[in-house]
Each structure stands twice: as C-alpha cells, then as structure tokens.
C-alpha cells in the first residue's frame, strides 16, 4: 500500500543518518506511511546510533499513546513501518531518499 501525492507515489521513505535529527524525521514519515501500509528505513554504519535513535522513537510513540495523541494500534502501526539497519541494500525501492 502506499500513499498518492498528485501523480507520485510513495510507499517507502529512507533516512541515511541516525544521528540528532533522523529518527526524528523518520518518526515523521512513519506517522503519515503507517496508516497507509507504508514502510520507513533508517540506515547509519554506526549500530549504537540506530540503537539510540530506534529507542527514541519508541520513547516518542509511547509517549503520544499517553498523552492521547494516538492510540495503541496507532502507535503500533508506526512502530512496525519502522526499520533501523545498517544495510544499505535496504535503500531499494525507496521513492524519498533523505540524508539527516
């Protein structure tokens, strides 16, 4: 599934960086990709920064749970479009590439 921008198609959003501002973008793209079947990758050569950044966003989601701003399936929907790797194989078929 995928959500459709005028005549673009998006289904898939990598972010090459997780770093300061790249989960944050990435939660961003899950919020909108989720409901729609949609996919987010984060991608960075370092393992404890997609540790740190992963964590983040679980952090950020848990936190709209209880503060209402969404609700579980909601949160658990964009949880599942997240991916973090260090494969950069995993950039196929992304329609955005975004370097943070």
């Keep these: 599934m995928a959500l459709q921008f005028g005549s673009r198609t998006l289904a898939h959003v990598a972010v090459i960086g997780s770093g300061q501002i790249g989960p944050d973008i990435a939660l961003h ?4 990709l989720a409901p729609a ?8 050569v370092k393992a404890e920064a997609l540790a740190a950044g992963k964590a983040r966003c679980g952090k950020k989601i ?3 749970v209880e503060t209402g701003a969404w609700k579980q399936p909601e949160a ?17 078929g ?7």
């Design 76 to 92: 658990d929907g964009m949880l599942a479009a997240l991916t973090f790797t260090d494969d950069y194989t995993r950039l196929a």
């Design 37 to 44: 079947g949609g996919r987010v990758t984060v991608i960075d």
């Design 94 to 100: 992304a329609g955005l590439v975004v370097e943070a």
């Design 29 to 32: 793209f899950a919020k909108v």
């Design 62 to 64: 848990a936190k709209g």
